[in-house]
């Protein structure tokens, strides 16, 4: 993981030198967006679950995932509580700490990491857990917290629909379908999945670097160091705590581990903002966090697993 982490921050600052020569626009991230969800996610979802031998305990991932995130939420209301943060930046806070990006960043680096980890475990996490908070647990708060920003605001359900229809949930389904009917997968299909696949991490650390920002983030220390504790530091204990309290072993145990130690999600920017949270500190929090996961992520993995 130590050279795919440092690998994936070398292609960061790739992104932040291509915009800032011009080679890049910050106009072009939503293309890149579209690419990675549309044609190089799913491929990589399908074959993961294709090629996985699949046991019951791994429906047991999403709900460490939940507990992990139920854990973080009671922790950062608190924390907001006592420090009496007026509600946008204090929405900002609990959305920027409680999920990580265990899709863009978390499920391509395991893939691209070897050995060590269970792919079909990241899968679950990510899918059937991250998925479903980002669209129920950060709308809500975010609707909470946030101010009426102008137009019409989504609702819990418009959210859950626009998570049915995302290419990598089809792909999920299709994967497990395939996997249970025991077909094989002919490498004139299968090779062209694996291109696209591969082309998920370079895609989203080039533009993790796009859209970087550090203008504004003197003013912000207090708050994106404490999210940068808890999303990288304290979530990985709980993850650890958890992932032992369900009795995971070997790659299960530290995907789960690893997974909870993600950066903030960038689904929380785009989300949070929509809705009147403090973008500041959630762009913040995403730029910082996801920049220092590209050498936390190593450590923890060093030291604990």
Sequence with gaps: ????????????????????????????????????INLALPPLIFLILVRAELHASLLLVPVAGFAIHGILLGLVWLSVRVWGMERPRAGAMIV?????????????????????FSLPAAV??????????????????????GRVPTGPRPSLWQGLMAF????????LAAGLAVNAAGLDMPALVER???ILGAATLPLTMLYAGLMIEFRGLRRL???????????LGVA??????VAGALRFSDDVFNTVVIMAAMPTAMMSLVIGARSGLRSDVLAGAVVVTTLLSTLTLPAWRALLL
Excluded: H, K, Q
Excluded at 2 to 31: M, N, S
Excluded at 164 to 171: C, E, G
């Design 1 to 36: 993981m130590t050279e795919t982490a440092f690998g994936a921050l070398l292609i960061i600052l790739a992104g932040a030198a291509a915009r800032r020569a011009g080679v890049l626009r910050r106009e072009d991230g939503p293309l890149m967006v579209r690419v990675v």
């Design 236 to 241: 990985t204990l709980i993850g650890v705590a």
């Design 124 to 145: 679950m996490y990510d899918s059937l857990c991250t998925g479903v908070l980002t669209w129920t647990s950060t709308v809500a708060i975010s609707e909470a917290y």
């Design 164 to 171: 049915v229809r995302l290419p990598p949930n089809w792909a």
């Design 96 to 116: 920027a700490t409680a999920i990580g990006n265990t899709g863009f960043f978390g499920l391509p680096l395991i893939a691209a990491s070897g050995s060590g």
């Design 221 to 231: 220390w207090g708050e994106v160091t404490y999210v940068v504790v808890v999303r």
């Design 192 to 194: 062209p999945f694996e």
